[in-house]
């Protein structure tokens, strides 16, 4: 069956330092793979998305993920985190059956220090 | 600025009360989610409507009724809740009907209370 594993559940970082957060999935094909942000008392924003071609997928926000097929990996980063970053960031994987479901990883909440 | 709408942001019910949650697009999606969403956890899926017709169904009590009235709404009809139903309820759309490749876009959700 299909998984995400957020490693992390809290990453605390100062305010202009680099980001990584970690994910990682279990499925043996190329998976469809999203990593979505969510603020607090909203509903979650769309950061990137991978399908297929260049492994180094760039987003919004200044984000980009990397997928690494060998490590069934899909890690955000940023270079310079600022304060208005703070969230929780959801990893996801679209199902490969005929539905239409995301499987979220748990979750990992940033904190980011002034 | 979300494109997906969820009207209202916040609902408190008792449980003998019949309220609904709304949701519209106007990006053209043919595919319509309802999520549940605890606090510090995932979205969880309740419903898919993949042109105007429900798909999936994850086994959600019948308190919880779904309708589509054409493709750019979505309602959540709710009756007679427990205080464990008390979560934020997010609503997404997705281009097209079919297969797990396309990114779903959320609404801002509704935060439901149940007393």
């Known amino acids: 069956a299909q998984s995400v594993t957020q490693p992390d559940i809290h990453i605390t970082v100062s305010e202009g330092a680099s980001l990584e957060l970690r994910c990682n999935y279990s499925?043996?094909?190329?998976?469809?793979l999203f990593w979505y942000v969510q603020s607090p008392g909203q509903g979650l924003q769309l950061l990137l998305k991978?399908?297929?071609?260049?492994?180094l997928v760039q987003g919004i926000k200044g984000f980009e993920a990397e997928f690494k097929r060998s490590q069934s990996s899909f890690n955000l980063r940023k270079p310079s985190v600022h304060w208005s970053d703070a969230a929780e960031y959801f990893c996801?994987?679209?199902?490969?059956?005929?539905?239409?479901?995301?499987?979220f990883g748990s979750g990992t909440r940033l904190l980011v220090r002034p | 600025d979300t494109e997906v709408t969820q009207t209202p942001k916040h609902l408190v019910m008792g449980m003998t009360n019949k309220k609904s949650l709304k949701c519209e697009q106007h990006?053209?999606?043919?595919?319509m989610y309802w999520y549940k969403q605890k606090a510090k956890k995932p979205p969880e899926l309740m419903f898919v409507?993949?042109?105007?017709?429900?798909?999936i169904n994850e086994s959600v009590p019948s308190r919880f009724s779904p309708e589509c009235p054409n493709s750019s709404l979505l309602n959540l009809h709710l009756h007679a809740l427990q205080p464990e139903d008390s979560a934020l309820y997010l609503c997404?759309?997705?281009?097209?009907?079919?297969?797990?490749?396309?990114?779903?876009?959320f609404g801002d959700g509704t935060r439901l209370s149940i007393l």
């Open positions: 499925y043996g094909a190329t998976p469809y």
């Open positions: 990006m053209g999606h043919r595919a």
């Open positions: 409507y993949s042109y105007e017709k429900l798909s």
């Open positions: 997404a759309s997705s281009q097209t009907g079919t297969g797990s490749h396309q990114p779903q876009h």
């Open positions: 991978y399908f297929s071609g260049d492994t």
């Open positions: 996801a994987v679209g199902a490969v059956d005929s539905s239409y479901k995301l499987i």
